[in-house]
């Protein structure tokens, strides 16, 4: 880091990882959106809410994941798993609510989970292949970090449970903010442009801050890259 809080030859050390460049391809999916399929704000919003939800499926399989370690950590998921479930659920169907009558100006009727996770699928019809890209990402992650790196051994139920609520504010406040800029600017395609640029840059954050870990803690099953 040298002392900087942002040092470019971190990102590049970064994305000497294969998986950081599959990561970042997944991220720019949405411009192939846009331009190829002709997505506006609202599929764009729907996807990034959908991703939240991906997000938290892979963290529950984390946190079920630790609870092999050890006995603690198995009696730690029997009460954070529930306890998550439902948080994280709560928050993001409020988030989800607040976006789908941003995007239909409350026109949707009264919203319930599974009526928003109908209504975000139903915003494009290529909706389902890039949610399905997000989670084979999220997927190879897991795979390759969680297990093959053997972070299951260091981790616990606990703190897998908290890891993404950093991340989901943070996006959440990214996306009300893009999203507004695009429901709103008289050129919707520079506003749409904006909030994939949003996330892409929150992305680089993400793996930056991935290479940091993996630094800090020196891989427990196979040789640091």
């Known amino acids: 880091m040298k002392g900087r809080f942002f040092d470019p030859s971190e990102v590049v050390r970064a994305y000497r990882d294969p998986l950081s460049w599959v990561s970042l391809s997944v991220d720019l999916l949405p411009v192939l959106a846009v331009f190829a399929f002709g997505w506006a704000a609202t599929p764009l919003v729907a996807l990034y809410w959908l991703e939240n939800l991906v997000i938290g499926v892979f963290t529950i399989a984390r946190m079920i994941g630790t609870a092999l370690a050890s006995m603690v950590s198995l009696v730690m998921a ?19 609510v607040f976006l789908q009558a941003f995007a239909t100006g ?113 891989d427990m099953a196979a040789p640091p890259a």
Not at 78 to 96: D, N, Q, S
Not at 109 to 124: E, N, V, Y
Not at 166 to 177: E, F, K, M, P
């Open 78 to 96: 029997i009460v954070t798993v529930p306890f998550f479930f439902f948080h994280y659920g709560l928050f993001c169907f409020g988030h989800g």
């Open 106 to 218: 409350g026109g949707a009727g009264p919203p319930d989970p599974a009526g928003l996770i109908r209504w975000a699928l139903g915003t494009a019809p290529e909706m389902l292949w890039f949610v399905g890209a997000i989670a084979a990402v999220s997927g190879l992650y897991l795979v390759v970090d969680f297990i093959g790196r053997g972070d299951y051994r260091t981790s616990n139920p606990g703190a897998e449970m908290f890891s993404p609520y950093g991340r989901i504010i943070t996006l959440h406040v990214a996306i009300i903010l893009g999203a507004a800029v695009a429901f709103t600017m008289d050129e919707p395609l520079v506003g749409v442009l904006l909030l994939i640029f949003i996330r892409v840059a929150f992305g680089v954050v993400l793996t930056v801050l991935r290479r940091r870990k993996r630094d800090a803690a020196p």
